[in-house]
């Protein structure tokens, strides 16, 4: 990479001189007729050797491809203009090959898809395994280039992978991985309208680990939003820089569907934008630098906004803003690197120079974070201690338990308001309490028909059983309505030997194993249950009752439940395990960027 550095630093500075001098290589004296090196263009090699104290040679031969370049740019400005055909410039990223940059002449009238289509055959690659970006934004099949924004000029970056037989299931991933996430996070998105707060499968939480609480439609977008980031970003910690860059773009695409106000006060988008810039360096597309650069001054005002001007709302909140400096330091090495490609020296000098010191502030010692993790810390905890605290290792541990301790506490709060809201009131008013739920479950009786008896007994545990036992009929339309059932009622896996007991007492093995979903395994219940359920001749799924509308109600709301509960897992082994991680992160690839860089200035 380094070396290819060099380069590109070459034509950065020849590029400055040029247009300083408003020199116009494609234009006479320095054009040659047959093609070659012009006398103009030595002698102009010769004056900005000794300007810039390069060598002559590398001068000239970076001059005579910036000439090429311009003068293919000329041509095609002249042919864009006579034929309406524009030449648009494909940088493909393929992995393990060195990138390759394809011309292609079209119409801006053609879809998305042809464009795709042709790019494909370029390189020889299937469309399915191929992903085009323009200024930060996947190209659409259906829409026109135009549509897109698309002119001629333009460079487009091409994402696809090794054609090795044994990288074709990798190609497709970034198709089906991406298809696969989206799915999965909309699916558990839709079923916010279905289970109102009743919903621990997905949820939003603010830095100090409290609920935040949104309308549906407007959660719905963030958490697809924010599940393709978080799968975008366990993709970027593998090293997989093509499928977590389509994540994150999509992801993007999603975030900016959502005009909620919650997203100018925390810091998902500004990470995202860091995260898409951070990708694009990865990638080494250095066409995208504009994008990045707009999406990093995007971030920089997010965390001003969130962050105060001198981190001072952090500290207010945590006490520290040490883990997420991290984002800082990344965010000046990356505004420094777009800076240089700018051609803006001065201030990548100095953007750089402030990544480094963040960069040192945040270094920690290996021997302690090895101590830190003989005491049950992850790795990337123990970094996150030793950064809050300046790398004492007893106080890191002590910050590490505290903040556990506060985002347990934020969540058992949460939970416990949440219980309150699903239990309701009684009759009289008064708030069904937990505790008198609790024991009439240790009796036998599922959760749901406790609450309810409860409800009409105002509290009385001894009201609630007489209720039960001698009017269970004024329960059963509440209770017995499978589309009602919450995740813990229906999701209860029956125990087999219970499922025999019954089943010996004479009940149909589906009905009894139904019965003991609802009452939790508990024996008691579940027969009292199908005593209710036979006497209404409303739960047995027999033939001459399989086609009756509620039977088929039951069937759907349950096929739907575990389909969400295997989304969720789907999901939950993609997305990253540990909190914070990206603000734990070792930084050892920054520290390679920041001496390439800084080498070159």
Wanted: net charge negative; proline share 2%.
């Amino acid at each position: 990479m380094e070396a290819s550095l060099e380069h590109e630093d070459l034509l950065i500075k020849l590029r400055a001189k040029l247009n300083e001098e408003k020199v116009k290589l494609w234009e006479a004296p320095f054009i040659s007729d047959g093609g070659g090196i012009s006398q103009s263009v030595k002698e102009l090699a010769t004056k900005y050797a000794a300007s810039l104290n390069i060598d002559e040679d590398l001068v000239t031969e970076g001059l005579h491809e910036l000439q090429l370049h311009s003068i293919e740019k000329f041509k095609a400005n002249e042919e864009y203009k006579e034929t309406g055909c524009a030449t648009i410039q494909v940088r493909a990223t393929l992995s393990g090959e060195k990138a390759r940059v394809v011309k292609i002449t079209k119409q801006l009238s053609i879809s998305g898809e042809d464009l795709i289509e042709s790019v494909a055959e370029l390189l020889g690659v299937a469309k399915n395994r191929l992903k085009l970006i323009y200024h930060g934004k996947l190209i659409k099949h259906t829409q026109s280039l135009q549509e897109q924004g698309i002119k001629n000029g333009a460079q487009v970056m091409a994402l696809v992978m090794a054609e090795a037989p044994e990288k074709v299931v990798k190609e497709d991933k970034i198709y089906m991985e991406m298809k696969s996430t989206l799915d999965d996070a909309t699916l558990l998105s839709e079923y916010v309208d279905d289970i109102g707060d009743d919903d621990e499968y997905m949820k939003l939480e603010d830095q100090s680990g409290k609920a935040v609480n949104l309308p549906p439609a407007e959660r719905r977008a963030l958490l697809v939003g924010l599940a393709l980031h978080e799968r975008g970003r366990a993709a970027a910690i593998k090293k997989d820089y093509s499928l977590a860059l389509v994540l994150l773009l999509e992801s993007d695409r999603q975030l900016n569907e959502c005009r909620s106000g919650i997203l100018a006060s925390v810091d998902n988008v500004a990470v995202l934008q860091l995260d898409i810039a951070w990708c694009y360096l990865c990638l080494r597309s250095l066409a995208a630098a504009g994008d990045a650069a707009a999406r990093l001054a995007r971030a920089e005002a997010a965390f001003v906004a969130t962050y105060g001007a001198d981190h001072h709302r952090l500290i207010a909140l945590k006490g520290t803003n040490a883990n997420e400096r991290v984002l800082f330091m990344r965010l000046y090495l990356l505004q420094g690197i777009v800076a240089f490609h700018r051609n803006k020296r001065a201030e990548a000098r100095t953007l750089l120079e402030k990544a480094e010191a963040e960069l040192k502030y945040l270094k920690v010692d290996e021997n302690s974070v090895q101590a830190l993790m003989e005491l049950g810390w992850t790795p990337g905890q123990a970094t996150t201690g030793l950064r809050a605290t300046a790398g004492d290792l007893d106080r890191a541990h002590h910050f590490l338990e505290e903040r556990r301790k506060e985002r347990e506490e934020a969540r058992e709060k949460h939970k416990q308001e949440r219980e309150r809201r699903l239990l309701g009131a009684c009759a009289d008013g008064s708030a069904v309490q937990p505790q008198l739920v609790a024991a009439l479950q240790g009796m036998g009786y599922a959760k749901r028909l406790a609450v309810a008896a409860l409800r009409s007994a105002n509290n009385s545990v001894a009201e609630a059983v007489r209720l039960i036992q001698e009017h269970p009929e004024q329960f059963m339309g509440r209770y017995m309505n499978i589309s009602t059932l919450s995740s813990e009622d229906s999701l209860v896996e029956p125990d087999n030997n219970l499922l025999n007991e019954l089943v010996a007492m004479g009940y149909p093995p589906e009905p009894a194993r139904n019965a003991l979903r609802l009452a939790g395994n508990q024996i008691s219940g579940a027969v009292d249950l199908l005593a209710i359920a036979a006497s209404q001749a409303f739960y047995y799924s027999n033939p001459s009752t399989s086609a009756d509308p509620a039977t088929k109600k039951k069937d759907a709301v349950l096929k739907r439940l575990r389909k969400r509960e295997l989304a969720l897992n789907r999901l939950r082994t993609a997305i990253r395990p540990e909190e914070d991680d990206y603000l734990s992160t070792p930084l050892t690839e920054e520290e390679q960027f920041l001496a390439q860089y800084k080498s070159l200035l």
